[in-house]
């Protein structure tokens, strides 16, 4: 089967500083990957590469089997890639429907109906703010707004960049759950870039610790040893 | 200098009277140009004032000459009265615009500068016998002089001017003006009274322009309305655009070149040249964004250092933390005193929602409370109405036993709170090392004149840059820098302040374990040895119960917990409406 994304010595960066320094990363269909590393690893860099925002410096990547280097941001999106960057980039003088159905507009009034509802089971707040102005709900409002927003096309493969950041403990462990249904319900890929260990370990079934923009370690959280070792890398 | 001195006598050798007489034209307008520049591209205030404000100082020269005298003294009084005038308007403009405690946009000043330009033509073009109506004033009598003795004597003033205000825009001051062009927001949270200085660079600037007018008047002896037209008034935002902004030679250039050919090619091609130079506009506004300046030192740069290009980022110490900055020890930190922070039934509304209701509550000396609550609790919305006057929509809050009234940022951070926003305020534009020094100043940057080769980093400032590796990125821009590195940077800029009430929101977000474990340590002992307050924001329980000495629990705008940390902890609402099943899986 086609891998959801599969990356070939990928370089990458802003400008002349090159951050990504060659990385090779394969996610098949219905895999949950974690990319845990430090502060400037290279985390959001390799995300933003990805979405084809950032030009690809070296390398070569496919989603779905498509040759990322002749696709622009939005075709990406339309082969069902969706992410939840780790910045807030809403609509602020839109409300939290306009930013939703902005994230979905290939879906029909219904299915969008349909799919908000889904969206409100989860974070029931957002039910009560469809009609609030985006730029007027709080930082941890936002995030929720954010992954829903990722979500809510029905996204073949989903990238959540530090997605729990400012989010209180009871809705880190909603997203979970979500992201866990979404997966077993659609079968959608995850590729999770996080420094939050905890949440990770009770999500993704594979990760790769990236360092100066090179991945340095692969493995499975069901390896033993596995959080430890994530654990180690993070404090040293 | 007398190399550009002896450059730029050079033309008169060469060209006719008719040229340099044009190039005099030229030059006056390349110093326009530059000081538009300075309030545009340095200052961040798009201005269509320029015209006007040249207007202004063309008109009283000429009035001056036509209703008075064309002696020395006239001209004088003449420049002054010119300067004072443009002075006072610029500085009502800044009043209406920088002032306001409504948010406004820099369209906003741009309309105003519109309106106030609009208002002079109008008042110019009906001034009667004294502006001369639409004929203008023309045919006075002036200073008897050769164009080459008028090319000379301003040369030598655009050498003085590009010296002058190169100096200031490389100084403390106009490091601080790149900083307020790129965040205002976090200017004022950094102390800076950001409307002064804006008022103040935009009314010195135009003032010049006023004076540029006078000894425009005084060389041409015509001043006609088109010199304050709306056509005029963008022609000088072009030559801006094309010379690029922020660059002042540029801008310069672009107007001194403009200005000499357009007689020339008009004749050579009277149909085509005004299409021709308005496609060359579009074309770079297009291709050459920033303008032909920077593009043209891009290129210069690139032939020299080719070989360099996509050099991979070295990311390797080189140098000890030790030698980017010096250390600051204030000895005589902070008095016991006992409540520094105090909260009287603060309430915010916006609009018909409830953000917070009724709080109450005092902090200690040495204390460090953390405000914990669900998302969409109120926390951000509270700490906001500690650190501005004009936030919270009734009650009051005392730093120190003094009450903050309404009083703007800058004014509270005087009082000694310090903010750190929810995601990352810095300045993108700047190096970490100048975000750094900018904060250091508190406010006020010590010179107009000279540049700082120091930064002075008190203790906690600098223990945050050696723990969380800012030294390792010091001369990056703080853009390129990653969301942690962000986080990092706005912490250390706020400990610069060294305030007594610190305001931490999420300070930890998109920071590992252990950069939030050091993080910690830097606080605590801050708290230990200065007796510093710290407000703290946070999600991550297990630290803010690891560091906290009081948690104060908000929900839905209310508070409805305060207490040491293991009563809060152990608290029902706690669990309930914010821990949920993670606390369950913390038991077991």
Redesign the interface.
Known sequence: MTPALECHNIRSGYGDMEIIAGIDLKLDVGDIYAIVGKNGAGKTTLVKTIMRVLPLLGGSFTLFGNDAAKLSTNQVVSLGIASSPQDRPFFNDLSVEENLRLGALGQSRQQFRGEIDRIVEMFPFIGQRLAQKVGTLSGGEQAMVKVGRALLPKPRLVILDEVTEGLQPMIVDRVREVLLRDHKERSITILVVEQNVDFVAGLASRYGLIERGCMVAEGRFSDSGARKRITDHLLV | MLAGIAAMMLPTVIVGDYMTGLLVQALLFGMVALLTDIIWGYAGILTFASAAMFGVGAYFMGGAFVHFASTPGSAFLAVIAASACAFITSAAIGWLAFYSRIRVSEFYIAIVTLGVSVLMGQAILYGGALTGGSNGLSGFATFAALNQHWYGFVAALFLALLYVSTRVVRSDYGLVLKAIRDNEVRCRYLGIDTPLVRTVVFSVANAAIAVVGAVYAMFTTVVAPSLVSMAAATNVLIWVILGGRGTLIGPALAAILITTLTPQLSTAFPLYWQGFLGAIFVLIVVFLPQGLMPFAIERAKRSFQSA??????D?TRQTAAETYFTRTNNPNGISNAGSVAKLINVSKR?GS?QACNDVSFSVDRGELVSIV?????????LVRCIADGDERSSGSVEIAGISIGREAPEKVVALGVGRKF??PSIFGSLTVRDCLQVASWRGKAPSWWRRDAEVRLPDGAADVVEA??LDE?WD?LAR??????RQ?LELAMVLALEPSVLIL??PT???????RERVGEVLLSLVASRRMVVLLIE?D?EFVKRISSRIVVLVGGELVADGTVSQVANSEIVKRA??????EKEIK
Not at chain 2, 373 to 381: E, I, L, R, V, Y
Not at chain 2, 480 to 485: L, Y
Not at chain 2, 509 to 515: D, F, H, I, N
Not at chain 2, 578 to 583: D, E, N, P, R, T
């Open positions: 360099a290009h996509k050099r991979p980022v990311r916006f929602f609550g669900p998302n969409g609790a109120g926390k951000t919305s929810q995601s969380l590796g990125v990056q390129d820098i990653s969301h942690g590195q990092a929101d999420e977000a998109g920071l590992s374990t252990a950069e999600h329980f914010y821990l949920g099943k993670s606390h």
